[in-house]
């Protein structure tokens, strides 16, 4: 009997040439697996195609719950955004993927995993760092790193095997999407000077076009997690779905981003992220309002190293898993609600609200009620101030630095 092999299967030109390759290559049984994270398209036309392609096998799977409540809302949770811009919706959509791989091969007893991704970019190496980490005696194979086909040849390497081609090949660009966001690279784009065409764009309308009233939206957070928009309980995929939707529609959540690859190459990549945008920004505004300046600050550093692992492929490390502890305590009080206003591209917080907030009214206004204590603060300032003075005193000020006394 032939050995099985695991493929992870989107039903596009590339894994479904590599469902053929495999079989002939490798003389592989091929289990197609279909992880639905959100823009996979309709799971029974995409198992059909598979079996059609030559899958032996071809399982689909809605894993949405999953990917938000697992990978998702950690991230949000510690405002994970690679290089100050990309909120990391393929980069988190990978190791559940390869994850999913992993569970199916050992239930098939298959020796190998595949996946679709290049040689040239980040994908490969989440999938196989994360499979290496949860099953190291699995093979990997990675066709489309191996076949050396451009995508000329492999397009007519379906054709010749009457293998389906997507309408969506005609497209210039390449395109992954899940709930989180979509990405948008090659063709025109691959020139950093050239603005992106309406046409890269399918989640969010230009802001040219967008409706000229704004909308505004309450947020629901619950230690550190979206749990309801304007006061409606809501479930982490369908309250991502409605902002999606909503924040798209005013054109917010574009992103153009000439960003840095681990395997060294610099590219440009256009995201879509309309949810990732506003729940990104509201959660730092409960943060905000909820956490001490010392939190914040250590939460920055938190929030890069994590958004470096995310983006490097290292989803199943101790590292990860320890920084998520520690997040997960973080987020105890990051409950309240907040309110922002999305118009012509823009989302904008107006509001916050929290039974735990640190905002103290009594301290903070300039009218009557004030009950801050500015007779405390001449003292406060003499002691904040006295290193300062110090040094100055001994070392000289700003513009005239003393030179130290030479001792012979
Ligand atoms: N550059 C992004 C990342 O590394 C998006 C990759 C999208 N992948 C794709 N096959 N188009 O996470």
């Known amino acids: 009997m032939a050995d099985k092999v695991v493929l992870a299967y989107s039903g596009g030109l590339d894994t ?6 495999l079989a002939d290559k490798y003389k592989m049984e091929v289990i197609a697996l279909t992880a639905d994270i959100g823009g996979v398209g309709e799971l029974p036309a995409i198992q059909k195609k598979a079996l059609k392609t030559g899958a032996v096998k071809a399982l689909t799977v809605d894993a949405k719950g999953i990917f938000v409540d697992s990978f998702v809302f950690p991230a949000l949770k ?10 990391l919706a393929t980069a988190l959509g990978r190791p559940l993927i390869a994850k999913m791989l992993v569970d199916t091969a050992r239930k098939e007893k298959a020796v190998a995993v595949a996946h679709g991704s290049t040689g040239k970019g980040n994908d490969q190496v989440r999938f196989d760092v994360s499979v290496i980490a949860l099953a190291p005696e699995l093979k990997i194979v990675a066709p489309a790193r191996e076949w050396g086909m451009t995508r000329e040849e492999t397009i007519a390497y379906a054709e010749k095997h009457d293998i389906p081609i997507p309408i969506k090949v005609s497209s210039p660009y390449s395109i992954d999407e899940n709930l989180w966001g979509r990405s948008i690279e090659c063709g025109v784009l691959e020139d950093p000077w050239v603005e992106p065409p ?3 764009f399918a989640w969010t309308k230009s802001p040219a076009v967008s409706p000229d009233k704004p909308d505004y939206v309450e947020i629901g957070f619950e230690e550190g997690i979206p749990v309801s928009l304007n ?12 902002l999606n939707e909503t924040a798209g529609k005013h054109g917010v959540g574009r992103i153009d981003h000439v960003e840095s690859r681990l395997v060294g190459i610099k590219s440009r990549e256009i995201y879509e992220a309309p949810a990732a945008t506003v729940l990104l920004k509201a959660h730092q505004a409960m943060e905000a309002m909820t956490l001490s300046h010392q939190q914040l600050r250590f939460n920055e550093k938190v929030s890069s190293e994590y958004a470096d692992i995310i983006y490097n492929g290292l989803w199943f490390t101790a590292l990860r898993r320890d920084l998520a502890a520690y997040v997960d305590r973080a987020q105890k009080h990051v409950t309240g609600t907040v309110r922002v206003k999305l118009f012509k591209g823009n989302c904008i917080v107006v509001g916050r609200k929290s039974p735990v907030s640190l905002y103290d009214y009594s ?6 009620g004030d009950v801050f ?3 405390a603060a001449p003292g406060f300032i003499h002691l904040w101030g006295l290193p300062a003075k110090v040094q100055a005193k001994v070392q000289g000020g700003e513009g005239k630095e003393q030179k130290p006394k030479k001792k012979t």
């Open 16 to 21: 479904s040439v590599a469902i053929k390759w």
């Open 78 to 87: 510690a405002n994970a955004i690679y290089e100050g811009q990309y909120p």
């Open 198 to 200: 309406e046409d890269v």
């Open 231 to 242: 006061g409606k309980k809501l479930d982490g995929v369908a309250l991502i779905q409605r």
């Open 363 to 368: 301290l903070a206004t300039y009218d009557k």
């Open 373 to 375: 204590d500015q007779g």
